[in-house]
């Protein structure tokens, strides 16, 4: 009888399991996330008992892809857009990073959240000019090749929409991490300093403000005050590693760590300096923020110390989990102010919390992940609520806190409409945010509106 390879191969692979399961019971025990059982490969598993298909078969050939590109099986790892958040025509209008499936802290270019407000602008970068007036003692028109003479830095920093989190001012709205916490990302950034041209023109000293202008046709335009363009501020032509892409302002953009999406000019073209804000657009009639008293607040620029959790979420829930369970809680927080030094973690709505582990890169105006190990009960209930703090003395407040005022009580609030931003807002939420975990284990969005 002539041997069959195929039976001889399976026969032989069942042998092998049978052996490694005696001998590596003891090694993944050790693992507190496995369970010994579970891990060990089963000998009835068709994924580990026949050769995969992608293994009997020629690959592609490096020729294929000259750009690379997801794997197709990655397709819900995507930004996302919604109608209740766009013009009719897309154009004025965002993409929303799935931060539901960032890893580390850096957003790649072809997920990073995107905000325009007419349109995606497309540059030739050999057309593209750089003015740069006012009270300046050089004025001067640069190309993009000159610019780039100038010493250049790289640094990792997150953009965040203002309206992040915005729609959770009255309740939540969506029930996704996505769309709620979405309006940011995280990257590298490789540019020049504002203050490194500055100090080859010169700039007189009554100049207090800079006005960036952008190309588009929105003709995107923001004041910022001196001290922040001395300070940090970027332009920024390279974003991980490579040019920027044209949604992210391409061939150039303004970047300023930690402040509002909205004042990172994107297509610039034009850089004026004066002793006076412009009071554009984009400032007056957007980017402010009405307080009970009737009045809005005006440049007010920095994103506060803010934190959600991403894992478990909305999107990925704990549904597949069973009793006893052993998994990782992750999280992001950030902070315009400076840097992350802690995150707090409560499972009953922020009654009580505990401090969880920061990992990896711990970077100021920057992403910083976190988590904590958890074992999982089934059946149980958690109100999970992630709290972080920053090294500029900021803490995360609660709702209440934040709607009402600091120590100021719902009661009491008529009387004293000074303090607290009501729930008509929509910029600059960064108040604790709660996320069900259900007895079956789905994630629902929730507000606890009494701590």
């Not at 109608?83 to 850096?106: F, Q």
């Not at 707090?344 to 709505?349: A, E, I, M, N, V």
């Not at 709290?387 to 500029?392: F, L, Q």
């Amino acid at each position: 009888m002539t041997p069959n390879k195929e039976t001889n191969s399976t026969i032989s692979r069942r042998d092998f399991f049978k052996k490694a399961t005696v001998a590596s019971v003891s090694a993944i025990a050790a693992a507190s996330v496995l369970d010994p059982v579970k891990a060990l490969a089963s000998e009835d598993d068709q994924a580990i008992m026949h050769h995969p298909k992608w293994g009997q078969s020629w690959g592609d050939p490096v020729t294929k892809n000259r750009y690379g590109i997801p794997s197709a099986y990655e397709h819900n790892n995507t930004r996302r857009n919604t109608k209740l958040l766009a013009s009719g025509n897309y154009r004025a209008s965002i993409a929303v990073t799935p931060i539901h499936e960032s890893e580390g802290i850096i957003t790649p270019n072809g997920l990073f959240f995107s905000r325009s407000h007419g349109g995606t602008a497309h540059i030739d970068p050999n057309e593209f000019r750089l003015m740069i007036n006012g009270m300046v003692d050089k004025e001067i028109v640069l190309t993009l090749d000159q610019l780039k003479k100038y010493p250049r830095v790289t640094r990792t920093h997150f953009i965040e929409c203002p309206a992040n989190g915005g729609q959770e001012w009255r309740r939540p709205q969506y029930n996704s991490l996505q769309f709620a916490k979405g309006f940011m990302a995280c990257a590298s950034w490789t540019g020049v300093y504002i203050k490194t041209i500055l100090e080859d023109l010169g700039i007189k000293p009554e100049a207090k403000w800079m006005l960036a202008e952008g190309s588009d046709n929105s003709e995107m335009g923001r004041s910022v005050p001196i001290d922040k363009v001395l300070d940090d501020a970027m332009l920024v032509w390279g974003q991980n590693g490579e040019a920027l892409r044209p949604e992210q302002g391409y061939p150039l953009r303004l970047l300023l760590p930690g402040w509002e999406g909205n004042l990172c000019v994107k297509w610039l073209k034009r850089l004026e300096f004066s002793s006076e804000p412009w009071y554009a657009k984009e400032e007056t009639s957007k980017y402010t923020a009405l307080q009970p008293t009737g009045k809005a607040i005006q440049h007010f620029y920095a994103n506060e110390v803010n934190s959600t959790v991403v894992s478990p979420s909305c999107e990925k829930d704990w549904t597949h989990l069973e009793d006893g369970d052993v998994i990782e809680i992750e999280g992001l927080a950030w902070s315009g102010m400076g840097t992350i030094t802690r995150v707090d973690l409560s499972f009953d709505g922020g009654n009580n919390y505990v401090n969880a582990h920061i990992k990896g890169e711990v970077l100021p105006k920057c992403w910083t992940r976190w988590s904590f190990m958890h074992t999982y009960k089934k059946g149980e209930v958690l109100l999970l609520t992630s709290r972080a703090m920053d090294d500029a003395g900021f803490i995360q407040p609660t709702v209440d806190q934040e709607v009402f005022g600091n120590g100021v009580s719902k009661e009491n609030f008529g009387k004293d409409k000074t303090k607290g931003m009501g729930v008509e807002s929509v910029y600059h939420r960064n108040a604790v945010e709660t996320w069900e975990v259900t007895a079956n284990g789905e994630v629902k969005h929730v507000q606890i509106r009494t701590v």
